[in-house]
């Protein structure tokens, strides 16, 4: 994710404003802009030596140009920094508190600033202004990056030749930052106008004195994913999921793009040979959930399986999660299970489901926009809209609030909302917590028995580390043990209908003994249906195994 120092002013200009203007991007500077010497070609009292054979003779030379404090009236409204979503750090004359923030903004990512002008006055004269952002909070001292734009018409957080815009490098953006904005004129004959005669009511700065904080967190945010591409062979079907590393990357970079981290882990799992039908992804995910127990896959480690059916669905589905957690429990690592379709030229289906898949895992409902299920009824704007602008920080294009929607709404285009990147914020910062400690895998946490049932009837069951919610259990549907023809345990179940899928899923606390059980029964209300043992596949008992280094 890094770039050379100065590259990401010249992308952004590049790549977000448009294709006119003389206006330049944003330089950075270890201290303030130097002056510069303007001189004409033949400075006026200079003579021609061939006119009377004489000496040359000169004036003096015209004095340095001195900039100025801007004036005019140009005063600035705002100021935001955007990791992915906007932030506002600015406004009023002075910097936004904590308390007033609407989202985080993360150590060790790259950042978008942007001030914004209030309305200029009538007889505001168009012209380029100089405007300075000092940062102070380096060990080094302060430093001074420079934004220079041609300052006409009303500023606009939709183009960027509408603001003054500067970009901070992950390397340089620590906690304990303090900004101030600076507004300088860029043109001889402004120095001559008095200030205290113009219309401004405050100084061209924000804040208008003193620094203001950008409010970076003290955070550690990772996010860690395993990718499992299968070999799929069933009917004439014979395929392997598009793993180039151009769609990789695309993968690497929405995923980055949409989630607030600093770091981001992806890793490609051995291939995995899949002979027979799928109809529905639970086959997979539940294949899964054995996998990351051979793998010795740690609690925050996310599994996402890949596969091309020959079809736009599987199961009726683009992709499908295993479960959505309640929260960010080591007990929960079988819930970070999902997969999704490997779409032949259809690269940006394929890597917006795995953002909105792997989101199911980090605790996210769909979002309502066209006829979604299961929708998260607390989303404050209607439609799905993202509601702030967004910015990407690998590609530094802009969205648009209203034009793109929720990554977990069925719409289309999509980026993440300010709602989406606040409910995941505190699940990865639980998870990146366990990174961190070298957490035990979740079997010290005990097991449950997981069983899927499909709309055909049928049924499959695997046991894994993992706990079931006790609030949450059926008074309908339960599981009965029986070992040697004599009933061991009965335990009421917790049912959960899949995410994007007729499939649910039953799971119950394994009890004491369960090595002698030869059979269960799954008891709903007066129906009950019988499994033998040696149908159960036995995944709790793997100890930890190091990840197969590919």
Request: proline residues 7%; contains cysteine.
């Amino acid at each position: 994710m890094t770039r050379p120092q100065l590259s990401i002013s010249a992308a952004l200009a590049l790549v977000l404003a448009p294709a006119c203007g003389d206006s330049t991007g944003a330089t950075s500077t270890d201290g303030p802009a130097s002056n510069v010497n303007v001189t004409d070609d033949e400075p006026e009292g200079a003579t021609d030596s061939e006119s009377d054979g004489s000496e040359p003779t000169t004036t003096d030379a015209p004095e340095p140009f001195v900039p100025v404090p801007a004036v005019g009236g140009i005063e600035l409204e705002w100021v935001e920094a955007n990791q992915g979503i906007g932030v506002a750090i600015g406004r009023d004359g002075a910097g936004v508190g904590g308390s007033d923030r609407t989202s985080y903004l993360l150590q060790n990512r790259l950042t978008l600033i942007r001030a914004f002008w209030k309305k200029l006055p009538e007889d505001w004269v168009p012209r380029q202004i100089e405007a300075r952002l000092i940062i102070s909070g380096y060990p080094e001292g302060e430093k001074v990056l420079t934004s220079k734009v041609v300052v006409e018409g009303d500023s606009f957080v939709g183009n960027l030749e509408k603001s003054f815009y500067w970009g901070l490098m992950p390397a340089e953006v620590i906690p304990g930052l303090k900004y101030r904005i600076e507004l300088w004129e860029t043109e001889k004959g402004w120095a001559q106008i008095d200030p205290a005669t113009q219309p401004g009511k405050n100084p061209p700065n924000l804040p208008l004195s003193g620094n203001a904080f950008i409010g970076i967190e003290d955070s550690y945010q990772v996010l860690k994913v395993t990718i499992v591409p299968y070999n799929y062979n069933f009917g004439g079907c014979v395929t392997t999921p598009d793993t180039s590393a151009e769609t990789m990357k695309k993968f690497e970079n929405y995923m980055f793009m949409m989630n607030p981290i600093e770091k981001l882990e992806i890793t490609m799992h051995e291939p995995i040979d899949w002979q027979g039908e799928l109809t529905h992804f639970g086959q997979l995910n539940q294949f899964m959930v054995d996998l990351r127990q051979q793998d010795g896959a740690p609690p925050e480690q996310y599994y996402f399986g890949y596969v091309d059916v020959c079809s736009s669905g599987l199961g009726g589905a683009g992709g499908q999660a295993i479960d959505i957690p309640s929260g960010a429990l080591k007990s929960d690592a079988w819930k970070r299970i999902s997969s999704g379709l490997s779409l032949p030229g259809n690269v940006e289906y394929a890597a917006e489901t795995f953002v909105h898949e792997v989101g199911h895992s980090q605790g996210r409902y769909h979002i309502a926009c066209n006829g979604e299920a299961g929708t998260d009824n607390t989303y404050p704007i209607p439609g799905g809209d993202i509601g702030e602008w967004g910015f990407g920080i690998t590609n530094f294009k802009l969205y648009h609030p209203t034009v793109h929607k929720d990554y977990m709404t069925y719409c289309h285009p999509v980026w993440a909302s300010t709602f989406g990147w606040n409910k995941v914020y505190p699940t990865i910062q639980q998870l990146s917590s366990w990174d961190m400690s070298g957490a035990p895998a979740p079997e010290d946490d005990g097991a449950i028995l997981l069983g899927m049932v499909y709309p055909d009837g049928t049924e499959s069951w695997i046991t894994t580390p993992g706990a079931v919610d006790e609030n949450n259990l059926s008074a309908v549907q339960s599981v009965e043990f029986f070992a040697g023809g004599e009933q061991l345990a009965v335990h009421a179940a917790e049912v959960r209908p899949q995410p994007d899928s007729d499939v649910v899923n039953i799971v119950v606390r394994l009890p004491e003994g369960f090595d002698d059980v030869t059979q269960i029964a799954r008891v709903d209300g007066a129906r009950r249906t019988v499994t033998k043992a040696e149908h159960i596949k036995i995944s709790h008992k793997y100890k930890s195994l190091p990840l197969t280094d590919k």
